[in-house]
């Protein structure tokens, strides 16, 4: 793992900006700073800037675990393209799936208020229906072992066995059938028509993207960690600024930047006076 504001990070975001690419983003801790309050995560003022220059320049799509609508109201028309529930949620998925993955998760919710919502409200664990998925959030529980021991029971009565991925105080649990980020992000690759793409995360769900090594995909981890998949790390959340604006300004005084992308909406820049 490679720090990426560097002259070698720099030359790779370069690759990536003269190819027809996909810059895609995961929401909370990577777009919009990690907050106590879940429903509190936005966007800063300077990030929405260039992501919203980025955004009318090139492909752009954020991949989170919150569902859609959550999104949309955080970002509004920013970003074109949404996906939810940590990739399982979008327009790239089947009707017939999406059906199967909303039925399975419904009927895990059933069985779990039916049988454990009076441990549940003891605990303080707070079980978020996304439709599409459930998380298990301890963020502000005291009794953290016991609480975790009490999703752990929960999980292994849970038919089919979910997909599980652990994230910061909290646990996903996904129908296995569900996509994931790695496959949202190589479907709206084949989608918009983008031979490479740009992904960063800063957590657990966002290595499936990570763990894709698919050399077309420039990935980045926001914060450094030993195991992690990704290519390229920043230090921290801020660093998404220095990051866009470098795309934006970088990519503006290449004459071989943004091609191809006028067809999503968005137009060249800077015309060179010969096209
Ligand atoms: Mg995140």
Not at 66 to 74: A, C, I, K, P, T
Not at 206 to 233: M, N, P, Q, W
Not at 238 to 243: K, N, P, Y
Request: charged share 30%.
């Amino acid at each position: 793992m490679d720090y990426l504001l560097t002259e070698k990070g720099k030359l790779d975001l370069e690759a990536i900006l003269k190819g027809r690419s996909l810059y895609a983003f995961d929401f909370d801790g990577t777009l919009a700073k990690i907050v106590r309050e879940h429903h509190a995560a936005r966007l800063s003022r300077p990030i929405r800037f260039w992501l919203e220059k980025l955004a009318t320049r090139a492909p752009t799509a954020i991949i989170s675990g919150r569902s859609v609508e959550d999104l949309r109201s955080r970002v509004g028309t920013t970003v074109p393209h949404l996906i939810g529930n940590h990739g399982s949620e979008g327009p790239h998925t089947r009707q017939e799936d999406i059906q199967q993955v909303r039925e399975t998760s419904s009927g895990w919710l059933e069985l779990i208020t039916g049988r454990f919502q009076d441990e549940l409200t003891r605990s303080g664990v707070v079980v978020e229906n996304k439709s599409y998925s459930l998380s298990f959030h301890y963020r502000t529980v005291d009794q953290r072992d016991e609480a975790r021991a009490l999703i752990t029971r929960i999980i292994a009565e849970l038919s089919p066995p979910p997909r599980i991925v652990l994230g910061k105080s909290v646990v996903n649990v996904m129908p296995p059938t569900a996509s994931h980020k790695g496959t949202a992000l190589l479907e709206y690759m084949r989608r918009l028509d983008c031979s490479t793409a740009l992904y960063v995360g800063d957590d657990e769900t966002d290595e499936d993207v990570f763990a894709l090594r698919d050399h077309r995909i420039l990935t980045v981890r926001v914060g450094k960690k030993k195991g992690s998949a990704a290519r390229y790390f920043l230090k921290r959340q801020t660093e998404i600024t220095e990051m866009l604006r470098l795309l934006v300004e970088v990519g503006d005084q290449s004459i071989h930047t943004w091609s191809g992308c006028h067809e999503h909406g968005a137009t060249r820049p800077v015309p060179h006076p010969n096209e």
